[in-house]
Every structure is written in C-alpha cells, then in structure tokens.
C-alpha cells in the first residue's frame, strides 16, 4: 500500500487494517475521525487533520509495537511508509505524547507543530470516549484515571499534561464557536 492522493481514504484503509481487531481502539478511531470532520473549517489542511485523527492511535496495533509509546510507535511506522514529516509530528505529538514518551525514557523526533491543526486532533481525541462517543475533556482525562488506576504510567502522564489537553480544546472549541478567526 502507498500514500495516495486521496490521503484521507488512504489514512482511514490504513487505520482499519491495523486497528480492526482490537474492536474499542477501532470504535475510538472511527470517533475521532467523526469529530475532526467537524474541524475541518478551522485548519489551514483539513484532509491532513482528518487523515492524521485516523492514524493517531494506529501505534496500538501488536504489530506495531517497538518502544511501548503508541504514538511514536505508530509515527515510525508511518515514517517508514514514506508518510509526510508533519503527518508523523502531529501522530507522534499527539494528545501529549511527550509526557509519557519522557516517564518511558522514549525520544521524539519530530517536533510538535503547536498549531490549530495540532489542538483540533488533540481536541477530537480528547473529545471521543474509548467507545466512540462525544464527551467532554475533563470526563475523557477522569474516565481515564479510572480505566489506568491510579499508579499506571498514563494516568500519571495524562495528570501532569492536563492543563495543556485542556487549552488546546479550548481554543479549538473558542475557533469552532467562531470560525471567523482563522
Ligand atoms: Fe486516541
């Protein structure tokens, strides 16, 4: 498989493949690309946004599993199927991921762009519960207190990246209330 012109289907084929047999991850995913959908008139490349909400998690597949840190796990994958720098940067930076990737002693070599585009994927993913659904930030960061327990490495990565999950939906929540800025 290559990248294609149609990057969204491409991204969306790609993500099935890996994901489809781990049934919440694949729901998650599915919801995630719904709510970048909904992002689209607030990023200067809509299809990348909404390509990169598909593959964001892609790192959880078995196969891909290398350093233990989806998100750079799944980057690399990408980056080895000549996918863009930007694309592996907003997969490998998403929702934080460098919180984690440091309490895992993990590098991350592609920067984290910092941009509308970047908080709209945190904001859709901060937004979809592990099933798929809407839900606010605060609810997705506590349900994922629950799920991990207290002690567990991404529980206490989300904790300590809270404020900045949080910012960034706001201000993506602040461009969709008013498109007008971007
Ligand atoms: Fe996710």
């Known amino acids: 498989m290559s990248v294609t012109a149609d990057l969204c289907k491409w991204a969306a084929d790609l993500a099935r493949e890996q994901l489809e047999e781990l049934p919440r991850r694949w729901k998650h995913t599915q919801g995630v690309a719904r709510q970048a959908e909904h992002a689209r008139g607030v990023v200067d490349d809509p299809d990348l946004l909404v390509a990169a909400a598909w593959l964001h998690d892609i790192g959880y597949a078995p196969d891909l599993v290398q350093t233990g840190v989806h998100a750079v796990d799944g980057a690399q994958f990408l980056a080895g199927l000549g996918v863009s720098d930007r694309l592996c940067g907003l997969v490998a930076n998403h929702s934080c991921a460098c919180v984690e990737a440091r309490h895992q002693g993990v590098m991350i070599r592609w920067p984290d762009e910092r941009t509308a585009l970047r908080d709209a ?18 609810r997705r960061i506590n349900e994922v207190f629950e799920r991990y327990g207290p002690n567990h490495v991404v529980t206490r990565s989300v904790a300590e990246a809270s404020d900045a999950l949080i910012a960034a939906a706001n201000r993506t929540e602040r461009l969709l209330a008013d498109p007008i800025q971007v």
């Not at 994927?121 to 605060?138: E, I």
């Open 121 to 138: 994927l945190w904001w859709a993913d901060m937004t979809t519960t592990p099933n798929g659904a809407v839900v606010d930030v605060q």
